[in-house]
């Protein structure tokens, strides 16, 4: 795991003091306040709601709509090697340039958007703890002003799914070794008793339940009231003393569409320092509507 780029104050003492395996992966809004001015520092906001950047934003944020610049328009998949290339030279970001995350629903989008790069083999890469509602919480301050960047030069490598993502057939096989998978949605969406989150829309799947074996995990237990991430002893008693999850285990993280999945994957691969999980993005939506996919309802895995 490459390490990110050197900048002042990093590891963030206080996040080193929340005992992850990982700190240099996370910053504190104070550590980012005292840093916004750095002119290697690119600061990318992702939402579920695409229009709150436009509400107000961290100076220095440029939006990424995980609609449009993430995702390919035609295919149900990620940007292929050009689109990312020209996605970061439109931002002004190259391999010398650190990129930090942020964005609502305690960073879910952020840590979706970290995946999408990861997968790039693009891993300068930070997450603001508590993301916006930490940061709007405190007072600190926001703009509408959109910043300019010139465009950078970077040249993309070849998009490697095989390290941290888990397609259909890899999570059936997963499943049919009995080897540990982690259900994040919501409980009565493990229990098949709704077929999407509470208060959100239908979103297609015909059937529910959960993937055989699966356990389930809400992702949002990862976080605290503000939307930062709990401490690491905290979390292992999510991960380790409730589900028997260990280290070196190969895990496969799931949810719907692979948003909140990503969440955990950042929570499993980077605070606690698993090194064989990937997120499975075809999720229920694939799942639940696939043909002969064996599903099972009720609490039990």
Request: charged share 25%.
């Amino acid at each position: 795991m490459s390490p990110v780029s050197a900048l002042p104050g990093l590891p963030d003492p206080a996040i080193v003091s929340k005992g992850y395996a990982h700190p240099e992966r996370l910053v504190s809004t104070d550590w980012l306040a005292a840093n916004l001015s750095n002119p290697s520092l690119r600061l990318l906001e992702c939402n579920e709601d695409v229009l709150l950047y436009d509400v107000e934003h961290i100076p220095g944020a440029q939006k990424l709509d995980w609609h449009v610049d993430l995702n390919d328009q035609v295919e149900r998949d990620y940007l292929q090697r050009e689109g990312f290339e020209a996605l970061l030279r439109r931002l002004g970001v190259d391999d010398s340039t650190t990129v930090v995350f942020y964005g609502d629903k305690n960073n879910w989008w952020a840590t979706y958007a970290f995946w999408v790069f990861q997968l790039f083999g693009f891993d300068n890469t930070i997450v603001l703890d508590g993301g916006r509602a930490k940061w709007l919480a405190e007072g600190r301050p926001t703009t509408q002003e959109r910043p300019s960047f010139a465009p950078s030069p970077y040249v993309a490598r070849a998009r490697d799914d095989m390290r941290i993502r888990a397609y259909f057939a890899d999570t059936k096989a997963h499943m049919q070794a009995g080897l540990p998978m982690v259900d994040v949605r919501s409980p009565q969406e493990y229990t098949g008793e709704k077929l999407h989150m509470p208060d959100y829309p239908q979103e297609g799947t015909l059937r529910g339940g959960h993937i055989p074996g699966a356990r389930s995990m809400p992702w949002a237990k990862a976080a605290e009231a503000d939307g930062s991430f709990k401490r690491a002893e905290a979390l292992r008693a999510l991960y380790e003393g409730e589900l028997g999850l260990r280290s070196a285990d190969s895990v496969v993280t799931y949810c719907r569409i692979g948003e909140r999945s990503s969440h955990t994957w950042f929570v499993l691969t980077y605070l606690l320092g698993y090194t064989n999980v990937r997120n499975y993005d075809g999720s229920w939506t694939e799942w639940g509507n696939a043909v002969r996919a064996p599903i099972r309802k009720g609490e039990q895995p």
